[in-house]
Structures are given as C-alpha cells and as structure tokens.
C-alpha cells in the first residue's frame, strides 16, 4: 500500500535538490543547499592562525556557528553545531594546516524539514569551494519511520512531527577520495560502506533503523552523484 504524502511523492522519492557555490564575496568559501523548502547557507573563513583552547593545536581545529532564522540560539542549535564540527573534523584533512582554526558560519534560511543533513551538506560544498582539503565528501539525508511502518525518505517539516521516528544520516562518498587506496578499509571494509553521523530522533527498532540505513545509503549514493557533478 502507498503512502499518500502531501506532496505526492513516492516513498523514496526525494525533494527538488539545488546547490550553488561562490555566493558571498568575502567568505573564503560559500555554498547554498536547498531541498524542497528547506535551504540553507554555509560560509567558511579561514584557515586563521592559531587553535581554540582545549584543540590540539597539532592538528587543523574547526568551529561552527549555527545561525538560526530567525530569534536566539538554543539547545537545539548548540546540539546541531556540535554535530556538524565532528561531522567534518572527521572528512577533513587535519594534518595538512596544524595550529589553525576555519570557521564555518551556517545560516538557515528556511526550515521545512530534513535541517540538519541539508547544514552538512552546504557545509561540505562550501569546503570544497574554500579549498579546504577533505579525505572525502559527504552526503546526508534524513529517513522518517511512519507508524505504519513504512520508510520515508527526506520528509518534510509537517511528515517529520507526524513521524514515530526519523534519523539524519551521513555517509561518506570516497570514489573521489585523495588518500590511498589501503587506508580507504576501515577493519576490512571500504569507507563507502562506512556511516559518517546518525542522530536518532523518537523511537524505533534495531531492524527498523537499520531499515532506514539501507534506504538512507541508497539516496546518498544518488546524492553524491549530484554533489559531484556540481562541484566539478
């Protein structure tokens, strides 16, 4: 049976994607990501001399500032910046620009679902666009559990609040990768195969997420095919 969603999609159809590069004139780096009504934009500056205290200042530090559309920032947005930073710190290059700090300023501009895959995804774009070098990209998407049972792929704002569960999931995407080729197995397996973030959102079962894994997986794929081909 087909899940009627509000804006007729199919169960694993995603939204319209968009993405530009280059957008703000004295950011080192910028990117806009849209999906749907959701869009969001990421802007990077540096790398600036000198660590953030407690960063080992061997290595490349990072920080993010979340820019909500609108009112102060929360718990919410402290929760997502903290998750974006080790999201990239881990596809980042850390070795190559040690005792410096980049930062990574992400502004919404609307949020109809799906907010923080979309964050990492412009964020990711605008790294590329500042230089910044990366093992490898990064795809994310956000799968929804209905309480039929049922997989959604990238729910809206008003699917997300009538979901039993939802994950926001980021995958790596290392055919592009600029390491070698034996350090891409991590116990065995290529880093493809690997997961990046999963953040879970209300309840669900083992089988259930791993469910969404498979589902989230196969959209990211398609997703770093259209990453690619807008950053060349």
Not at 59 to 76: D, L, R
Not at 172 to 199: A, D
């Amino acid at each position: 049976m087909e899940i009627d969603r509000g804006d007729g999609r199919k169960p694993n159809q995603l939204r319209p994607v968009a993405c530009s590069r280059g957008i703000l004139n004295r950011a080192h780096g910028s990117a806009s990501w849209s999906q749907g009504e959701t869009k969001v934009l990421a802007a990077v500056y540096g790398p600036k001399a000198g660590t953030k205290k407690n960063e080992n200042p061997e290595k490349a530090c990072f920080e993010v500032i979340w820019k909500p559309k609108t009112g102060q920032i929360g718990k919410p947005e402290k929760e997502c910046e903290m998750i974006l930073k080790r999201t990239l710190q881990s596809i980042c290059l850390l070795n190559v620009h040690p005792n410096t700090t980049t930062s990574i300023i992400i502004q919404v501009v609307n949020d109809d679902g799906g907010l923080l895959p979309c964050a990492i995804n412009a964020a990711c774009a605008a790294l590329v666009d500042a230089g910044i070098p990366l093992k490898h990209l990064a795809a994310a998407i956000c799968c929804s559990l209905a309480k039929n049972g049922r997989v959604l792929l990238d729910p809206n704002k008003s699917e997300e609040q009538n979901m039993k569960g939802f994950v926001y999931l980021a995958f790596p995407n290392s055919i592009q990768s600029v390491l070698p080729e034996g350090s891409l197995q991590v116990g065995g397996e290529p880093v493809e195969h690997g997961i990046i973030t999963s953040v879970t959102h209300g309840a669900m079962s083992v089988d259930d997420y791993l469910l969404c894994l498979q589902r989230g997986r196969a959209a990211c794929e398609k997703l770093s095919v259209f990453i690619r081909s807008s950053l060349k």
